[in-house]
Structure formats: C-alpha cells, structure tokens
C-alpha cells in the first residue's frame, strides 16, 4: 500500500542519492584510496570541478591512475601505482 508521503519520500531519496558516495565526498576519497592496498571503485551522483581537480593533482604526483566514467551516477576507478 502506497501514500502520496511515502511516494515524495521516495522519490526525495532516489533524487539525492544516484551515488553510493555522496556528491562532495567523493574528491575527499580519491587520496585515501589512491593509498589504499588495492583498487577502488565507487560512484557518486554526477562529476564535480573537485573530482576532476583531485584526480589531476593526484595523477600530477604519480600516485595512482584513476578513471572517471561521466554520466548518472558517475563512476570512479582508482589504481594505486605501487600495487601493479
């Protein structure tokens, strides 16, 4: 049995969470998991300027290879280079 509250409520919560990680923590992962002893992978709602800016710098030190498929949710593949 469904009621028009349980229905937004649904909806509210597909809506903010398209990503296992939330929108602003995933940048904050990308260097505890580039560290990590193994690979990562996680998704997070969509793409943001500080995803993007901390896989660069990131990259920039050779710490680890990390690919970002865009789309809805975003997905986000970490290789720590000292594992391979």
Do not use: Y
């Not at 929108?23 to 193994?38: I, V, W």
């Not at 990131?58 to 594992?83: L, M």
Request: with cysteine; charged share 15%.
């Amino acid at each position: 049995m469904s009621s028009p509250s349980m229905d937004r409520m649904a909806k509210a919560v597909t809506r903010c969470c398209d990503g296992a990680v939330e929108l602003h923590l995933g940048d904050q992962l990308l260097l505890p998991l580039s560290l990590a002893g193994g690979n990562s992978t996680f998704t997070t709602p969509r793409l943001t300027k500080h995803l993007m800016t901390n896989a660069w710098n990131i990259g920039q030190f050779a710490i680890a290879d990390i690919s970002i498929a865009e789309g809805t949710p975003c997905r986000v593949n970490i290789q720590p280079r000292h594992w391979r």
